[in-house]
């Protein structure tokens, strides 16, 4: 069988009207949502510790989603992750592993409760690589914070062997991978703490929200404190596990948690659409001949959202993304130094590599208790960047159709065949 010219080279595209853009939770947002925070807007009830219980409700119905005992809400994802490091007790001294593939908050949340974040390197799943997070335990390591990247949970049972072989945490960033799973078992109910985003492009949304969720209730109680420096008071007198302590506010409010409710509810929609697209343009690859898939733990686990190739070579990476950018699939690599400088991979995490603190101090790793020797460069994690350099990955989304990914399959088939 011929093998179609490729449309960089004067041939047909495989794909001739653009692809439709779009998003996740927010492209399921309608009247239901509106009416949500039109009720919660009549009823003048907006505090969360005042007369309405929109909050509370949506930490117990997160909670029953994710299979845990408690959750907090608050206004973002990067708190809820500083709410799950403050509620283990993680400060200054302490040092924290994360992946040198994920949103620069994550590494940020850990400097925001005084610790310090030591990067280590991703593997084929684009997420932590196990081998790489056992070298750089040290002992000042309190806790790990795998990231599942756009809705793939990473290697979750490695990763526990090795946090409970050493007796630290495992904090869970949920923030991309909001509903996702891992054999049988929700992502974010595997460590003693977990998160979710709420934000405008995540699986569903209120705009800007987190949850953080946890086992324990010592936890809860020190990321309730956290969140919210009058919470004590809000509450009333208590024995509190431990003393209660001021510090940030994160607190939600009943109008996102209103929204948030009827998102909850519509999270199923999301994953079985993505799901269903994933799956389907799967099936319709042919056998890699340039390229290798994304390595995937638990493929029934993931929501669907992303689709990634690593070519075998850089410039094999770009050959392809050009290719296919003609047969109009736009697509370019994870990372690229002439490109956008994405704050989703280390080597643009500028804050952070300059151990610039929001003070002279250099705050928290010139803090007199941290006796660590953390060290950062643009190429302290050279597998991550030969990875995101060879990475190809595709969005998808609610406003794609079953005809789309056929013609997406096409396109990568034919590029793939055709180079």
Not at 65 to 79: D, H, I, P
Not at 94 to 104: A, F, H, Q, R
Not at 255 to 280: D, M, N, S, Y
Not at 399 to 404: F, G, K, R, S
Request: net charge negative; aromatic share 8%.
């Amino acid at each position: 069988m011929t093998t179609p010219l490729l449309a960089i080279d004067g041939g047909t595209p495989a794909i001739r009207e653009p692809l439709p853009g779009g998003g996740l939770g927010v492209e399921l947002i309608d009247d239901a949502e509106i009416e949500a925070a039109t009720r919660v807007l009549r009823s003048k009830r907006m505090f969360r510790f005042g007369n309405g219980d929109e909050c509370q409700t949506l930490e117990a119905e997160a909670a029953a989603w994710q299979g845990v005992q408690y959750a907090v809400f608050v206004n973002s994802g990067t708190s809820a992750l500083v709410c799950a490091l403050a509620g283990l007790g993680i400060g200054p001294g302490d040092e924290v592993i994360v992946p040198g593939y994920t949103y620069i908050a994550t590494g940020a949340a850990v400097v925001a409760v005084g610790a310090v974040p030591v990067i280590a390197e991703i593997d084929d799943s684009l997420g932590l690589d196990p081998a790489d997070v056992a070298q750089k335990i040290t002992p000042y390591t309190r806790a790990v914070i795998p990231v599942h990247m756009q809705g793939v949970p990473c290697r979750l049972a490695q990763l526990k062997a090795i946090t409970d072989t050493h007796g630290i945490a495992l904090v869970e960033d949920c923030c991309q991978a909001v509903g996702a799973s891992y054999r049988g078992k929700a992502a974010g109910a595997w460590g003693q703490a977990s998160a979710w985003s709420l934000n405008y492009f995540k699986a569903i949304t209120c705009g800007e929200g987190g949850v953080m969720f946890t086992d324990d209730p010592t936890v809860l109680e020190r990321a309730s404190f956290q969140a919210d420096p009058a919470f004590p008071m809000w509450q009333g007198i208590n024995a509190w596990r431990t003393p209660p302590f001021s510090r940030d506010c994160f607190r939600g409010n009943e109008i996102t948690a209103a929204i948030a409710r009827v998102q909850l509810e519509k999270l199923p929609r999301v994953l079985a659409h993505c799901r269903g697209l994933k799956h389907r343009l799967l099936v319709q690859l042919a056998p890699p001949r340039h390229y290798a898939l994304q390595h995937v733990d638990d493929p029934d686990g993931e929501i669907g959202m992303s689709f990634a190739m690593l070519a075998h070579t850089p410039e094999l990476a770009l050959r392809m993304s050009d290719a296919l950018g003609a047969e109009g699939l736009p697509v370019g690599t994870a990372y690229n130094k002439a490109g956008f400088p994405d704050r989703h991979v280390y080597a643009y995490w500028d804050s952070i590599l300059t151990q610039t603190g929001a003070t002279a101090a250099g705050y928290p790793w010139r803090d007199p208790t941290y006796h660590g020797a953390v060290r950062y460069a643009e190429d302290i994690c050279p597998r991550t960047l030969d990875l995101l350099t060879r990475a190809l990955r595709l969005s998808l989304h609610l406003n794609l159709t079953e005809a789309h990914i056929d013609q997406m399959a096409e396109a990568i088939n034919k590029v793939d065949g055709g180079l």
